[in-house]
Nanobody
């Protein structure tokens, strides 16, 4: 069974940092691109970062560039999203996603709330 499980969300003050994790199972993790998305209240789900099968190679949405770092550990079947200098606009439900046999597979999401 293909499964993605996010963790690491929480409440953080503006300017703070948080690192999200996503654990994958049920497929050959090292052969799949992985992605982070987020969905703010009342807004559409948007791509935050995409992580190549090659560790250390990632692309970012404009709002994430320079503040967020996406990475993967193929030995642990995990991806990470390190987020720095967070603002209230980063408040959202964060999801990891992959594509398996032409179908999108999503985790359940982890909530990030940036507030003082």
């Amino acid at each position: 069974q293909v499964q993605l499980v996010e963790s690491g969300g929480g409440l953080v003050q503006p300017g703070g940092s948080l690192t999200l994790s996503c654990t994958a199972s049920g497929f050959t993790f090292s052969e799949h691109y992985m992605m982070w998305y987020r969905q703010a209240p009342g807004k559409e789900r948007v791509l935050v970062a995409s992580i190549s099968t090659t560790p250390g190679v990632a692309g970012y949405a404009g709002f994430a560039e320079g503040r967020f770092t996406a990475s993967r550990d193929n030995a642990k079947n995990m991806i990470y999203l390190q987020m720095n200098n967070l603002t209230p606009e980063d408040t959202a439900l964060y999801y990891c996603k992959t594509n398996f046999r032409l179908a999108d597979v999503w985790g359940q999401g982890t909530q990030v709330t940036v507030s003082s």
